[in-house]
């Protein structure tokens, strides 16, 4: 899950009469298997013995995101069960499976899904709700490790579809939840936002300590008082400009998917060395010792480098060490 994340729900939409249950996708281009220069997936929704809807789709040469989705318009029902399943047609592979059920709703109240869009400078939340009368809405939003930060409420009744814009400055990597309170009822749903943000603080912060131990000096400029996007350009440009750019951050988030930190806006160790160096020629890895602490040793015969990564308190997070602690290891 690189870029923006996979995204695959199922999302209910209320009308006085009926409800649109529908599988949604949003997902990288990467994440299908090209055969011919063409992604092929199928995508399905079944609601009991209701409604049962599969499409098969296919792209030819993908770029970005594919997006997609399949829907059953249900009448005079109010309590389902709904499944969705979405594959990967020239693989085989079943990408992901999503499970629900019927929101639960009040007699005089009836509140969707909370939906989200990726817009170009921020997450578009919107939210339809058919009130008898009138009532509150309230929504929220939270960072990974922050908390929750909530918007002024806002009054309604009738049919309304409401629509909320968070900034892009705002988000930071990681997962981010939102949230919608309506008397009571509360719908959820969260994106794992993969992309570093540079106008929030903490994750440039992050961002440039990657730059630091990848670039050196030469990331002096991006430490300069003034515009931080101008000095981001302008670091870029001297670095090889877009094609650079691009493929130090797609081998950042490669390097953070397969290894993951336990801690807090953090790189882990393995992390930093992949996205400096690529993936190694060869892991020697020591996971399980009747003595000692778990341990890596990452070659990189080309460049005549080695690194040594040691699991200290057994929780998978692997900290680089001088290349001596193999001695004590053995």
């Known amino acids: 899950m690189l870029g923006r994340g996979f995204i695959f729900t199922i999302v209910q939409i209320y009308y006085p009469e009926s409800v649109l249950v529908y599988s949604k996708l949003y997902a990288p281009a990467r994440l299908f298997v090209l055969k011919n220069d063409t992604a092929r997936w199928k995508i399905s929704i079944q609601v009991d013995n209701l409604c049962s809807k599969v499409e098969y789709r296919e792209i030819f040469r993908p770029e970005g995101y ?12 109010k309590n389902f069960n709904a499944y969705a399943e979405i594959v990967d047609h020239n693989s085989g592979k079943v990408l992901k499976t999503v499970k629900g059920k019927n929101l639960e709703n009040k007699r005089d109240i009836l509140v969707s ?13 919107m939210l339809k709700v058919i009130s008898q009368r009138e009532v509150s809405v309230r929504f929220g939003f939270k960072n990974q490790w922050e908390r929750w930060k909530y918007f002024d409420p806002i009054k309604l009744q009738g049919d309304t579809l409401i629509e909320v814009f968070i900034p892009k400055r705002a988000l930071s990597f990681g997962e981010i939840r939102f949230s919608a309170d309506v008397d009571g009822l509360r719908r959820e749903t969260e994106i794992l936002f993969n992309e570093f943000n540079i106008e929030n603080d903490k994750d440039f912060r992050v961002l440039l300590s990657v730059l630091d131990f990848v670039y050196g000096k030469k990331t002096d400029i991006l430490k300069k008082k003034g515009d931080r996007k101008e000095n981001w350009e302008r670091f870029w440009e001297e670095m090889g400009g877009e094609k650079a750019k691009e493929a130090f951050l797609e081998r950042l988030y490669t390097a953070m998917y397969l290894y993951p930190s336990n801690l807090r806006n953090k790189i882990s160790d393995r ?6 160096f690529g993936p190694p020629d060869e892991i020697l890895n020591q996971p399980f010792r009747f003595e000692g602490k778990p341990y890596e040793v990452w070659y990189y015969y080309r460049l005549g480098l080695r690194f040594v990564f ?3 308190d057994g929780t998978g997070d692997y900290r680089m060490v001088p290349e001596s602690y193999l001695d004590i290891m053995r």
């Open 66 to 77: 594919i997006k997609d989705s399949v829907l059953c318009a249900l009448r005079g029902v």
């Open 113 to 125: 899904s909370l939906i989200y869009e990726y817009v170009e400078d921020g997450v578009k939340l």
């Open 271 to 276: 992390a930093l060395v992949y996205t400096k």
């Open 310 to 312: 040691v699991d200290f």
